[in-house]
């Protein structure tokens, strides 16, 4: 499978789609309560602030991530997802990568992020990646099922 990653518009049919499959995937695992770090604005990615990238497997979306800049330093990565139907071949890892460089490109120095205990595969992409357990905050830290991790860059 050829996967390519790029800049995307966020109301793209294959984001809106996407992400719509993420929010499924998440309310399957997760009460209601506990979704939590969702909201993804056009105006986190928006050139200068952040960048929303999709996967394409052979041309075909099959997964997505967004990077959205918190201050001059640190960036957040969120939204992550790769459909389930090609799950262990890398793609995860090549998003992750990607955003890591975009990030490096505008200066960050520091990447966030919030998931969720019961994704299992997103935590062990992320410490595989070097990315290391940190305290909660935030919207996160009220949530029992809430993991944060940060890697420096």
């Known amino acids: ?3 390519t990653i790029a800049a995307e518009p966020l109301d793209s049919a294959d984001a809106r789609r996407l992400i719509a499959a993420l929010d499924a995937h998440l309310a399957e695992r997760y ?9 993804l604005r056009p105006e986190h990615v928006e050139p200068g602030r952040g960048t929303f990238v999709i996967a394409r497997g052979d041309g ?3 997964g997505c991530g967004a990077l959205h800049k918190l201050d001059e330093t640190t960036s957040e990565l ?3 997802f790769v459909d389930p139907a090609v799950r262990g071949r890398g793609v995860g890892k090549e998003i992750l990568d990607h955003l890591e460089r975009a990030g490096q490109s ?3 120095r520091r990447l966030v992020l919030g998931t969720g205990s019961y994704q299992t595969e997103a935590i062990g992409l992320y410490r595989r990646a070097g990315f290391k357990e940190i ?3 935030g919207e ?3 949530s029992p099922s809430s993991l944060c ?3 420096e860059i």
């Open 149 to 151: 991790f940060e890697k």
């Open 140 to 142: 996160y830290a009220t």
């Open 106 to 108: 505008w200066g960050a």
């Open 31 to 39: 009460p209601p309560e506990e979704v939590i770090g969702l909201t």
């Open 135 to 137: 305290e909660c905050v």
């Open 78 to 80: 969120k939204r992550m």
């Open 60 to 62: 075909v979306a099959i």
């Open 1 to 3: 499978m050829q996967i």
